[in-house]
């Protein structure tokens, strides 16, 4: 027998020595459309007018990969809301509804887990769509049940990056307390961003791949009894590179959150991504090559290519991301956070490496490595 089939054979598993995830459930708003419904709706904004907008519309509508996708409110409905460009209001409706679908994916986590609400030690809760203080985990702790004392760490600004940064932290929290149990709470709503009069290329592009969701992670401590099958998070990784604040993230003023999208982002993954990929994974004597399962925030079509070509790998390694993104679009942090829930529905062979990888504003790379 080989090396790797001692490693991958479920007959010899090995013992975890850090923390694994117990559930994820995610949950999405009733209003869902097909790509062409919410491409037409767009085409008869002001932004579209023109002729190169409507250009740039077919274009991504070809290319995309998006095939359906899950918006906060009925579809005219956002159109007339992005028009009156009301922060207040659309602040106001993001938090209603990020308030819905997070205990909605934090119950069904926490019920999938075999957990209690009150055993919750501590939760991590990660958005980039809206803006509530108190942070939406407060707001949520005495409505499903969590204890007074629940330790609290709210992360905002990570973007896309946020469901991978928050399953690090997950890892960090639960290495420090074995014994403990924590969750990731992750809520985007994209499509209540979406600016109709911002007639930029960038925006375009973001008004048709985005989509609205939440995912919720239940993970154990290594030494917390009964946590069913899951992954275990063996390790993490960050980088940020300098000089790249303006390329990816949010300009945020009285007209609510402006996407800021640069066509430099897959040059910075086909650049970037191979640095931190062989950083996390030298530590632990990998190649990409021996990663049997990759949970990959692909961002868009142009994403995938780069991810592709700096990684090495096939287009099968993608399937599970291009199938998140054909049926919800990107979902920003919660992405990840779909993409590995399907991973667990049908698992890789024991003991065998995934790797957890996202881009988000910064311009930053979180990386989570697993073990199955």
Same mark, same amino acid.
């Given at each position: /027998? !080989? /090396?790797?089939?001692? $490693?991958?054979? @479920? !007959? @010899?598993? +090995?013992?975890? $020595?850090?923390?694994?995830?117990?559930?994820?459930?995610?949950?999405?708003?009733?209003?869902?459309? @097909?790509?062409?419904?919410?491409?037409?709706? #767009?085409? @008869? $904004?002001?932004? #579209?007018?023109?002729?190169?907008?409507?250009? =740039?519309?077919?274009?991504?509508?070809? +290319? !995309?990969? =998006?095939? $359906?996708? +899950? #918006? +906060?409110?009925p579809l005219e409905k956002l159109v007339d809301l992005a028009r009156r460009e009301d922060f207040t209001e659309q602040n106001r409706i993001w938090l209603d509804t990020a308030m819905d679908l997070g205990e909605q994916a934090l119950i069904g986590a926490l019920r999938t887990a075999g957990v209690q609400p009150e055993e919750v030690d501590a939760v991590i809760s990660t958005t980039v769509t809206g803006l509530a203080v108190p942070s939406l985990e407060a707001r949520l702790a005495h409505r499903v049940g969590l204890r007074p004392d629940v330790k609290r760490i709210p992360l905002f600004g990570s973007g896309c990056a946020g469901g991978a940064a928050g399953l690090a932290r997950l890892h960090d929290y639960l290495r420090a307390h074995p014994g403990q149990v924590a969750v990731l709470l992750a809520v985007e709503l994209c499509t209540l961003a979406h600016q109709v009069k911002d007639g930029s290329v960038a925006n375009i592009v973001a008004g048709s791949l985005f989509g609205d969701g939440a995912a919720a992670v239940v993970a154990f401590g290594a030494q917390r009894d009964g946590c069913p099958a899951g992954p275990e998070l063996v390790d993490t990784h960050s980088l940020l590179v300098p000089g790249t604040e303006d390329v990816l993230g949010w300009d945020i003023g009285s007209h609510g959150f402006r996407i800021l999208l640069s066509p430099e982002v897959p040059a910075l993954t086909e650049k970037h991504l191979p640095t931190a990929v062989q950083g996390l994974l030298s530590r632990h004597a990998l190649s990409p090559h021996e990663i049997a399962s990759w949970i990959i925030h692909g961002g868009g079509p142009k994403v995938f290519t780069a991810v592709q070509q700096a990684l090495d790998v096939p287009p099968a390694a993608l399937r599970l991301t291009r199938r998140s993104v054909a049926e919800r679009g990107n979902l920003s942090s919660v992405s990840v956070l779909d993409v590995l829930h399907a991973a667990m529905e049908s698992p890789p062979p024991a003991n065998a490496p995934g790797l957890v990888a996202a881009m988000g504003p910064g311009f930053a790379i979180e990386l989570v490595l697993l073990r199955w």
């Open positions: /027998m !080989s /090396m790797a089939q001692a $490693t991958h054979d @479920r !007959s @010899r598993p +090995s013992a975890a $020595t850090g923390p694994r995830v117990a559930a994820i459930r995610t949950a999405f708003p009733p209003y869902q459309y @097909r790509q062409e419904e919410i491409l037409a709706a #767009l085409a @008869r $904004t002001t932004l #579209l007018e023109s002729e190169v907008g409507a250009l =740039v519309l077919r274009k991504i509508h070809a +290319s !995309s990969g =998006v095939e $359906t996708r +899950s #918006l +906060s409110l």
